[in-house]
């Protein structure tokens, strides 16, 4: 109902109509706003309430509720209802509004996710091939090949990958904040320090067979663990340049090279390995030649388009000498502690396979095929987590809190969402899973009972890897690095030593103190950035960034 309540007051009858409205009869009232219409209605009531409110004192109130009249109340009531129906469109209003805003943020979320998840399940092929190549080789191969990825991973792949990251929050919020040549000259830095960590990574892996030795391992697995790692030198350099230029691009939104160049590798990977493994009976050193060459293959795909395309032009401005041994403090006060971080996750699940060890043959062979199910369904929130990472770096850096908000708490909604599929996935590939890489019927009797408790632990491990993308985009490694140790190693590592060998749960107990460490990490997070003063985190943007607060500009 749309009233022009300028015409109201003045068409409406006046008090002085009715003498006192206090005394005039509700008949009369009732027909004379009749005829006059809704407007009249609306003016009449209003003049009555205030000339009520006016003159009744509290010692009158019970006279001033017998003003209150049938037409009054009748008027009072649909005024009421008017205002309800308001309220209610507001409501719906504001609802859509949200709907809208969080649909158009997913879009900007999984417009950075999907290209990363597709490109992570394409590194999950050419590692499946790897294992496969291995396996018809040998099973002392599979099994030496198996020790040195894992050596590889603890020692060289978590390390620089965790380094890496100590560029994201500089590389994002200069993306945000529209300072390009923060961007290039970072990318410089970073690429130098790895590559500097590879020199003492290289000496381990070239001598690591006499501590496999030392450490007791058969010495048949460790000599063909040892070759493995001595051929993966050059593959490891090549990871100090593609660590940082995945990030230099994802965090300007650019994921597509990657995606492309991962496809193109794993097109030539099968092809490359059996020509090493069978045409030139290279065995074990062709598969680690293999590994190099299909990741120089995706290198290659990636510079080229980082030197062909234009939008590339205003972050990266030449390769300057000058540049890359300077201002590493900033650099490496966020790499050590995001190192840190990668490190200790990564490192749990090592150590859980050891535990195993304890246990008995099968738990090992179990523990294996249930963390190639964890590796799988790890990327899709490493994804997201990459892309909130992103999201929020980029908010922060343009001076927007507020989205920098609600893009975190977006993104863990949608952790919850992935998780619930995770465990769906895991409850209903319980019996299938392990047929794939066995067909011992102890190894898939204890996969199908530990499943469903590896999906249970994705309820906590999704929302827990998305909140450290969060914390990642705005600078706070050192918090994310605090929190995966006080839920991995103080609560997790004693409920699993304690429901694995204590309360002689076996495999299943070491997964339920995954499931504690999942759990309290993500229930922290979550607390840590409800708690988050963004407008704080915007500030600490401009001076990561050196933007000044009023131009936007360098200072």
């Given at each position: 109902?749309?009233?022009?309540?300028n015409?109201?007051?003045?068409?409406?009858?006046?008090l002085e109509?009715?003498?006192?409205?206090?005394k005039?009869?509700?008949?009369?009232?009732?027909?004379c706003?009749?005829?006059?219409?809704?407007?009249?209605?609306?003016?009449?009531?209003?003049a009555?309430?205030?000339?009520?409110?006016?003159?009744v004192?509290?010692?009158?109130?019970?006279?001033?509720i017998?003003?209150?009249?049938s037409?009054?109340?009748?008027?009072?009531?649909?005024l009421?209802?008017d205002?309800?129906?308001t309220?209610?469109?507001?409501k719906?209003a504001?609802s859509?509004?949200?709907?809208r805003?969080?649909?158009?943020?997913?879009?900007?979320?999984?417009?950075?996710?999907?290209?990363?998840?597709?490109?992570?399940?394409?590194l999950?092929?050419?590692?499946?091939?790897?294992?496969?190549f291995?396996?018809q080789?040998?099973?002392?191969?599979?099994a030496?090949?198996?020790?040195?990825?894992?050596?590889?991973?603890?020692?060289?792949?978590?390390v620089?990958?965790?380094l890496?990251?100590?560029?994201?929050?500089?590389?994002?919020?200069?993306?945000?904040?529209k300072?390009?040549?923060?961007?290039?000259?970072?990318?410089?830095?970073?690429?130098?320090?790895?590559?500097?960590?590879c020199?003492?990574?290289?000496?381990?892996?070239?001598?690591?067979?006499?501590?496999?030795?030392?450490c007791?391992?058969?010495p048949t697995?460790?000599?063909?663990?040892s070759?493995?790692?001595a051929?993966?030198?050059?593959?490891l350099?090549l990871?100090s340049?593609i660590?940082?230029?995945?990030?230099?691009?994802?965090?300007?939104?650019?994921?597509?090279?990657f995606?492309?160049?991962?496809a193109?590798?794993?097109l030539?990977?099968?092809?490359?390995?059996?020509?090493?493994?069978?045409?030139?009976?290279?065995?074990?050193?062709?598969?680690a030649?293999?590994?190099?060459l299909?990741d120089?293959?995706?290198?290659?795909?990636?510079?080229?388009?980082v030197?062909?395309?234009?939008t590339?032009?205003?972050?990266w401005?030449g390769?300057?000498?000058?540049h890359?041994?300077?201002e590493w403090?900033?650099?490496?006060?966020?790499?050590i502690p995001?190192?840190?971080?990668?490190?200790?996750?990564?490192?749990?699940?090592?150590?859980?396979?050891?535990?195993?060890g304890?246990?008995?043959?099968e738990s090992?062979?179990?523990?294996g095929?249930?963390l190639?199910?964890t590796s799988?369904?790890y990327?899709?929130p490493?994804?997201?987590?990459?892309?909130v990472?992103?999201?929020?770096?980029?908010t922060l850096?343009?001076?927007?809190p507020?989205?920098?908000?609600?893009s975190?708490?977006?993104?863990?909604g949608?952790?919850?969402?992935?998780?619930?599929?995770?465990?769906l996935?895991?409850?209903?590939?319980?019996?299938?899973?392990?047929?794939?890489?066995?067909?011992?019927n102890?190894?898939?009797?204890?996969?199908?009972?530990?499943?469903p408790?590896?999906?249970?632990?994705e309820?906590?491990?999704?929302?827990?890897?998305t909140?450290c993308?969060?914390?990642?985009?705005?600078?706070?490694?050192?918090?994310?690095?605090?929190?995966?140790?006080?839920?991995?190693?103080?609560?997790?590592?004693?409920?699993?030593?304690?429901?694995g060998?204590?309360?002689?749960?076996?495999?299943?107990?070491l997964?339920?103190?995954?499931l504690?460490?999942q759990?309290?990490?993500?229930?922290?997070?979550?607390?840590?950035?409800t708690?988050?003063?963004?407008?704080t985190?915007?500030?600490?943007a401009?001076?990561?960034?050196?933007?000044?607060?009023?131009?936007?500009?360098?200072?």
């Amino acid at each position: 109902m749309n009233i022009d309540h300028n015409t109201a007051e003045s068409s409406a009858p006046l008090l002085e109509f009715y003498g006192d409205p206090r005394k005039a009869s509700s008949q009369q009232t009732e027909d004379c706003l009749r005829k006059q219409g809704d407007s009249a209605r609306l003016a009449h009531d209003r003049a009555v309430w205030r000339a009520s409110v006016l003159d009744v004192v509290p010692g009158d109130f019970l006279s001033f509720i017998s003003l209150m009249g049938s037409s009054w109340r009748s008027s009072v009531y649909n005024l009421a209802g008017d205002m309800l129906r308001t309220v209610d469109s507001w409501k719906n209003a504001v609802s859509y509004i949200l709907l809208r805003q969080v649909v158009e943020e997913m879009k900007l979320l999984y417009s950075i996710a999907f290209p990363m998840i597709i490109t992570g399940l394409l590194l999950y092929g050419k590692s499946a091939i790897s294992m496969f190549f291995m396996g018809q080789i040998g099973k002392d191969t599979l099994a030496g090949g198996s020790l040195a990825i894992g050596i590889a991973n603890i020692t060289g792949i978590s390390v620089l990958s965790g380094l890496a990251m100590g560029m994201e929050p500089i590389s994002s919020q200069a993306c945000g904040a529209k300072q390009w040549p923060l961007m290039g000259q970072t990318l410089q830095r970073t690429i130098t320090i790895l590559a500097l960590v590879c020199v003492p990574i290289s000496i381990l892996w070239l001598y690591v067979e006499p501590i496999l030795l030392l450490c007791g391992q058969d010495p048949t697995i460790s000599s063909i663990a040892s070759v493995y790692l001595a051929y993966s030198l050059p593959d490891l350099f090549l990871q100090s340049l593609i660590n940082p230029l995945k990030i230099y691009l994802r965090t300007q939104n650019i994921t597509l090279p990657f995606m492309l160049g991962s496809a193109f590798g794993l097109l030539v990977h099968a092809p490359v390995n059996y020509i090493l493994v069978y045409q030139t009976k290279l065995g074990i050193h062709g598969i680690a030649i293999a590994v190099s060459l299909t990741d120089l293959t995706v290198l290659a795909v990636v510079l080229l388009y980082v030197h062909f395309s234009s939008t590339c032009a205003k972050s990266w401005q030449g390769w300057s000498m000058e540049h890359c041994f300077q201002e590493w403090t900033q650099i490496l006060c966020l790499a050590i502690p995001s190192c840190v971080s990668v490190c200790l996750e990564w490192w749990w699940y090592e150590l859980m396979i050891l535990l195993s060890g304890i246990l008995s043959s099968e738990s090992v062979a179990t523990m294996g095929i249930l963390l190639q199910a964890t590796s799988l369904v790890y990327i899709f929130p490493s994804s997201l987590s990459q892309a909130v990472s992103t999201r929020v770096g980029n908010t922060l850096g343009a001076g927007e809190p507020y989205r920098a908000r609600f893009s975190s708490f977006t993104a863990l909604g949608c952790s919850v969402l992935t998780s619930l599929l995770a465990l769906l996935f895991m409850t209903m590939a319980r019996n299938t899973w392990g047929h794939i890489f066995t067909d011992d019927n102890a190894i898939l009797s204890l996969t199908a009972a530990a499943l469903p408790i590896v999906g249970l632990c994705e309820l906590g491990n999704c929302p827990q890897t998305t909140g450290c993308g969060a914390l990642r985009g705005s600078a706070r490694p050192s918090l994310g690095a605090s929190v995966n140790l006080f839920s991995f190693y103080v609560v997790g590592l004693p409920v699993a030593a304690m429901m694995g060998f204590a309360m002689h749960k076996g495999l299943l107990g070491l997964w339920l103190g995954l499931l504690a460490a999942q759990i309290a990490c993500a229930a922290v997070m979550i607390v840590v950035l409800t708690r988050t003063d963004w407008e704080t985190e915007a500030e600490r943007a401009r001076e990561l960034t050196g933007t000044d607060p009023e131009s936007g500009r360098p200072k």
